[in-house]
């Protein structure tokens, strides 16, 4: 009986989680595709179900490909225009936004003199089981077959001849199923078409490294091969460049990005280790872009699959809404949540006293335990990416090296489907197209060393667990300072304001990063700004953080009698997590700021004002309120001042 509040709360936390889920938006289906010629291009009316606004329609034949946008009629209609010229046979399909894509239906296009019926000879002996191939020729008859018991006309698989309508309902059925088992085996034939042409385009490649020529199609496909070893958008700009940059590339697997970056980076980029090196002894290197082109891999043109990689002050915000939505961490903000509601509702209960003592042990030891069994990796996830993500304008330094995480979006160029299997199992995608290949190209420009630039600080970024020490006087937070021209010079950090805070640079790692330290005396309110000046040498440059952290709440114990005057009397307060300049004390209907707070935040000082009809024999109370919580603490009683 005792802990069924513990057990209440605690079995809440899988309903909220399940209240997070939503229900994904299901895949379309495509069920019948007819079309219209017109003078110089084809209408098609699809109908299926799933559909949404901005599907895009997808046309595949033999060395023939088109995507075109679509009108949305209904969740159950597309309407399409297709220029012409189109082949005689062709598949189309449905790809909603979110990258799902429907089943194939095979579509016949009629000659334009008139609409006359067409059957596949060629797609196996009178049978529906075996899926035609877009790789290989079709012929194609205008002649329907003898026997329209045997064959069926390509409309679905419903009888030919009128007569058939008195077909037995199983019959109907069984052709059906055998329709619907071609198309299944035709949208895998198509995806396979694409990693087989994938395929041809590397083998291609290879064969032009080592000197032999391959054989060319009559008509050009669309993946056409690369026309030499020398990518032409990775060259050097100029001879210096060709002597002294070397560029190096690794790939990370996805679940190893993850472990490095976050979980919501690895499952949605492909992460490549760069290295760039400067041996020049005259001049340093600055980096304007790095990038990664993946055309040779896909059998297209220098550049046209080229992407640059993400920098880092837009590809914070990945991690930043990741942190958010971790598992571990949206966890904890849950039973938190219940906490606070279940400490609010405490005074409202039958049984107060089992029930305080139960939300006591649930906020203090349950949840805490919670912290020590899964530690939050985040905040070093994203202290790792500031450190390893392309920054531009990085310069190098003469006879150095700097090794970059460059970021692709997987989406660019693989299906919702492909990104899932690379997150399983890396090598079935890199069967077909391997990143290890890639090329990385850097853009960049030999400089010569400026020395007399001020330190210019861009960000002050102190993670949200270390924040949190601000609470706690003569604790030790650690941060990161961002921006440009840190080396060249000794750099040392100092604080303008508040006075009882210093400051030291504990590692300079590079010409845009430098690694800190502040120490607090005295415990620091939410919102408060800390000023700080940079030095390099003689030179100087200045930032400011504002505290932003959620503190505890104040909780009041007792209140004890320090001093007295004629008009007023200065009392000790004692209990937990009070702050100069955020918690007040209330008495005799007045907010009172404490004068002197204990550095670990369990004691104040505060002189207040006697009321003029004081009465030594009247009962007061006091509380402590948490101005940033807007939280007020459980009454105590006030000595009596005599």
Not at 22 to 45: F, G, I, M
Not at 112 to 141: D, F, R
Not at 476 to 495: D, H
């Amino acid at each position: 009986m005792p802990l069924r509040p513990l057990f209440l709360a605690f079995f809440l936390l899988p309903v909220l989680c399940h209240s997070q889920s939503s229900t994904p938006q299901a895949a379309p289906a495509l069920v019948d595709v007819s079309v219209e010629r017109e003078s110089n291009q084809l209408k098609l009316e699809l109908r299926g179900t799933g559909f949404v606004k901005g599907a895009e329609v997808r046309i595949e034949g033999r060395e023939f490909s088109k995507k075109m946008t679509s009108e949305l009629i209904d969740s159950t209609h597309l309407r399409a225009q297709v220029p012409l010229p189109v082949p005689d046979l062709v598949s189309v399909s449905i790809r909603n936004p979110d990258g799902q894509i429907s089943n194939a239906q095979p579509l016949v296009t009629m000659s334009p003199s008139k609409m006359i019926p067409i059957y596949l000879a060629s797609v196996s002996s009178n049978s529906w089981g075996e899926p035609w191939n877009p790789l290989q020729p079709t012929e194609v008859s205008d002649t329907p077959p003898t026997s329209s018991a045997s064959q069926t006309q390509d409309t679905g698989g419903l009888p030919a001849d009128s007569s058939s309508k008195k077909e037995n309902a199983n019959d109907l059925k069984e052709k059906r199923e055998k329709v619907e088992k071609e198309t299944k085996k035709l949208e895998e034939l198509l995806r396979e078409k694409r990693k087989l042409q994938v395929a041809e385009a590397r083998q291609n490649a290879i064969r032009l490294q080592l000197g032999e020529s391959i054989e060319q199609p009559q008509t050009k496909s669309p993946r056409s091969s690369p026309s030499g070893n020398e990518n032409p958008y990775c060259k050097f700009d100029n001879e210096d460049e060709k002597k002294f940059v070397r560029v190096r590339r690794a790939v990370l697997a996805p679940k190893e990005a993850s472990d490095a970056f976050g979980r919501r980076l690895g499952k949605r980029f492909v992460v490549f280790q760069v290295t760039v090196e400067n041996n020049s002894k005259d001049y340093q290197y600055m980096i304007h872009d790095v990038s990664v082109d993946l055309s040779r891999l896909l059998g297209r043109t220098a550049g046209t699959y080229a992407f640059s990689t993400r920098e880092l002050s837009l590809l914070r915000g990945v991690p930043e809404k990741g942190q958010v939505y971790d598992p571990r961490n949206l966890s904890l903000k849950i039973l938190r949540g219940v906490g606070t509601v279940a400490g609010a509702v405490s005074g409202l209960t039958a049984f107060e006293e089992v029930y305080g003592s139960a939300v006591a042990a649930y906020n203090g030891p349950f949840v805490n335990s919670f912290l020590d069994i899964f530690p939050d990796h985040t905040p070093n996830q994203l202290n790792r990416l500031s450190d390893s993500a392309y920054v531009a304008n990085t310069v190098i330094g003469k006879k150095q090296a700097r090794v970059f995480a460059v970021f692709v979006p997987q989406s660019l160029f693989l299906t919702s489907g492909e990104q899932g299997e690379f997150w399983k199992e890396p090598t079935k995608v890199l069967a077909w197209l391997d990143f290890r290949e890639a090329d990385v190209c850097v853009d960049g420009t030999f400089i010569t060393e400026v020395t007399d630039l001020s330190p210019l600080v861009t960000a002050v970024v102190i993670s949200s667990e270390e924040a949190q020490k601000f609470q706690k006087g003569g604790s030790e937070i650690k941060g990161m300072l961002t921006g440009t021209r840190f080396g060249g010079g000794k750099l040392s950090l100092t604080v303008d304001s508040p006075s009882d805070v210093t400051a030291e640079i504990t590692n300079a790692s590079s010409d845009s990063q430098a690694e800190f330290k502040l120490t607090i005396k005295q415990p620091i309110a939410p919102n408060t700004a800390i000023n700080l000046t940079i030095h390099k040498d003689k030179l100087s440059g200045t930032a400011s953080y504002s505290t932003a952290y959620k503190p505890q709440p104040p909780s009041l114990s007792a209140l004890t009698l320090k001093s007295k005057t004629d008009k007023s009397a200065t009392f000790t307060a004692a209990g937990t997590n009070f702050l100069p300049g955020d918690t007040f004390l209330n008495v005799f209907s007045k907010a009172v700021s404490p004068k002197a707070v204990s550095a670990d935040g369990v004691s104040f000082e505060a002189e207040v004002a006697l009321p003029s009809d004081y009465d030594t024999k009247k009962k007061y109370v006091a509380t402590v309120t948490s101005k940033s919580l807007a939280t007020t603490s459980s009454a105590v009683d006030v000595p009596a001042v005599k």
